[in-house]
């Protein structure tokens, strides 16, 4: 390991890049900062893209009978037509692609947690929450790939997951761009620790197409194995599969080890058990015995470094985990 394919993500402009929020104002993401030399961003801003200067009075997604729209509530401009042609337009341009980091709850970018209110007027109550114009296209299309906002990802396991989701994906869209049969057994070799801890149902699809008995074509094989790629890395792994494949690892060392050392790792299981800790510290202590130990199947497991070191951090929203 070393070397990571770089992904290409499209990032919401007001995340660090641009003072392109209807105040002016640009949205700190310490995340969006991080990933800046490691990724290959695209930026837009959904809102400026159909004409909205900046600054601007603020939008709102708000019912009309059964359709929602989107509306100026200060002016009364309905800019529905305008956005949904805008995402239309920028995602069929859009090429290759490893995932989206969009901007939570705007009414343009955000993909889950939207207000969408009453109807247009100003003093309307929330009725309930969506996807917004842009980042529900975005959902609709992109569903298996690596979709998240700026403010989910304070929590480290839901950074963790995106970030190994987008850089195993940018390395297979490496594989199927430039490799060739002989380096996708060895991406499926090489990443069988983490899609041991992801789905295992998954990883013996993926040993098939890898196998392929039926001698179909590269290009089929490729497009297949991407497809399965993404589902099977569609959920976060339960912590539960990751215990089992970290203690399957720690059985390589179990002779090796003094009895404190096994229980320091052990400790630290526990630890990760109940939600203390992130993944990347028991990863971090398995991944130094097999540098000491020289176990180098283990150290060419994607699993103990699916994304650049730099990256891992465990600062944490305290949100808690998901699964
Ligand atoms: S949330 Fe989207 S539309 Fe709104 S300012 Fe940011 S990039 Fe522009």
Redesign the pocket.
């Known amino acids: 390991m070393g070397t990571f394919s770089r992904p290409i993500i499209v ?5 660090e890049m ?1 003072a ?3 105040n002016g104002d640009v ?1 700190r993401s310490t995340v969006v900062r991080e990933l800046e030399p490691y990724v290959d961003y695209i ?7 159909i004409g ?1 200067g ?1 600054p601007r009075d603020p939008i709102r997604a708000a019912w009309n009978g059964d359709m929602l729209h989107l509306i100026q509530p200060a002016t009364g401009r309905d800019v529905t037509e305008e956005m949904t042609q805008y995402a239309t337009d920028f995602l069929d341009s859009l090429g290759a692609v490893d995932g989206f980091l ?2 939570s ?6 993909v889950k947690d939207v207000k969408y209110y009453h109807s247009a007027e100003a003093k309307a109550m929330v009725k309930e929450k969506g996807s ?1 114009f ?2 529900g296209e975005v959902w609709e299309r992109y569903s298996h790939k690596a979709i998240e906002d700026e403010g989910r990802l304070l929590n480290f396991t839901i950074r963790e997951h995106f970030f190994t989701r987008i850089f195993t994906m940018a390395r297979c869209r490496q594989l199927r761009q430039h490799g060739s049969m002989k380096d996708l057994v060895q991406f499926q070799a090489e990443n069988k620790y983490l899609l041991m801890a992801y789905n295992q149902q998954y990883q013996r699809i993926l040993g098939r197409i890898t196998a392929n008995p039926e001698r179909l074509p590269w290009d089929e094989v490729v497009a297949a194995y991407e497809k399965n790629l993404g589902e099977a890395l569609a959920e976060p792994p339960r912590f539960t599969a990751n215990i089992n494949v970290l203690q399957h690892c720690m059985g390589y060392f179990s002779d090796q080890l003094s009895r404190s050392e096994k229980g320091f790792f052990l400790d630290s299981l526990e630890q990760y058990r109940e939600g203390k800790i992130p993944l990347s510290v028991p990863v971090h202590i398995l991944r130094g015995y097999a540098v000491r130990f020289e176990e180098e199947y283990l150290l060419q497991q994607t699993y103990f470094q699916p994304y650049p070191a730099e990256l891992v951090s465990i600062t944490d929203s305290g949100k808690g985990r998901d699964r």
Do not use: M, N
Request: proline share 7%; aromatic share 6%; net charge positive.
């Open positions: 990032l919401s402009r007001c995340l641009e392109c929020r209807w949205i930026t837009t801003c959904p809102e400026v893209a909205l900046v969009l901007k709850r705007s009414p343009s970018c955000g917004g842009f980042g």
